[in-house]
């Protein structure tokens, strides 16, 4: 196989957690997969290519947009040169790739899955909270709480397997949870400190190790589709059957990521729900049980002629006095 990048073919930028930048050529196909099968490939991965966690953004943006079937299938139209450009894919701004790290890899790891089973922290050994609390921090547990089931994750094991933030976290869970929760997968799950801190999807879980009484709370919410209508001064645009999110910023965060609104927002952009107010979680609840949602955009309006008078008064009263 000669070097890569050469003319004539089109190649993927991809970087995997704790490795150098590289590409591979694009698939010929049109499925998700095969950019997973062909990274696994590349850089000889130990996992199935149907775990592999693919994540992108833009290069002016901070968070990441996590990659799946649908969302290839609706966002890209399953074309791999849509996905570049969508997110202007390249050597400095590549998709990142993260995997569970096998047993295999090295003995390291191979310890810590076995502490992993030594902690028991499986659906059989979870237990009520009211019983056997502990006061004394450890400095290696993640204490969550879900309803009457309480658990816990060694941080060192979590890290092994290329857990480093909340949003991994959440994938780890939702597998806790399975036998308790019907179709858990396909729910939103986010964490809460205290009564009310929900934390960011991005926060790194070296600051989470805690007790079993300051167990961070799992919120576990359906996620309904929406059929949503956003109105600009110059046309309504139609997004239906969205998963939206759970929290009027991530609809706003999703408005905000459609290159065909971009053009009509700006920093200064206001966005009002049918009442006329600004977006709120209570117009998301409505949303939700409707399963409409219609949202102006619009732009502060300034009363310029009331401003110049009151600026010419004001000059006067300086001449006058």
Not at 39 to 54: G, M
Not at 218 to 225: D, F, G, R, S, W
């Amino acid at each position: 196989m000669g070097p890569k990048g050469l003319k004539g073919k089109k190649n993927i930028w991809y970087q995997v957690d704790g490795r150098e930048v590289s590409n591979v050529e694009l698939p010929a196909g049109g499925q998700y997969i095969q950019l997973c099968r062909a990274i696994k490939e590349e850089e000889n991965l130990e996992v199935p290519a149907s775990t592999l966690t693919l994540k992108a953004k833009k290069v002016d943006e901070t968070g990441y947009t996590t990659l799946n079937v649908d969302f290839f299938h609706d966002e890209c139209d399953n074309d791999f040169n849509k996905l570049i450009s969508k997110f202007k894919i390249k050597r400095t701004n590549p998709i990142k790739v993260k995997y569970l790290a096998t047993a295999s890899e090295n003995e390291e790891i191979k310890k810590l899955k076995e502490e992993l089973d030594a902690l028991k922290i499986s659906q059989e050994t979870i237990r009520s909270p009211v019983v056997d609390r502990s006061t004394h921090a450890s400095s290696n547990e993640i204490h969550v709480r879900y309803e009457n089931q309480s658990f816990s994750f060694n941080k060192n094991v979590l890290e092994a397997m290329r857990i480093s933030n909340i949003d991994d976290l959440t994938g780890v869970i939702k597998l806790q949870l399975k036998k308790s929760i019907k179709d858990v997968s396909d729910k939103v799950i986010t964490l809460r400190r205290g009564e009310n801190d929900f934390m960011d999807p991005e926060t790194s879980i070296s600051g989470l190790c805690n007790t079993e009484d300051q167990a961070l709370h799992v919120i576990v919410a359906n996620v309904p589709t929406i059929n949503l209508t956003v109105k600009t001064s110059k046309k309504d645009f139609y997004f239906s059957n969205q998963h939206i999110g759970s929290t009027h910023d991530e609809i706003i965060k999703f408005i905000k990521s459609r290159e065909v609104l971009t053009q009509f927002i700006t920093d200064n952009t206001i966005f009002l729900g049918d009442d006329g107010q600004a977006l709120s979680s209570q117009h998301l609840v409505s949303a939700q049980e409707s399963g409409t949602f219609n949202i102006t955009l619009t732009d502060p309006y300034i009363d310029t002629v009331s401003h110049k008078e009151i600026l010419e008064e004001a000059f006067n009263c300086q001449f006058r006095s």
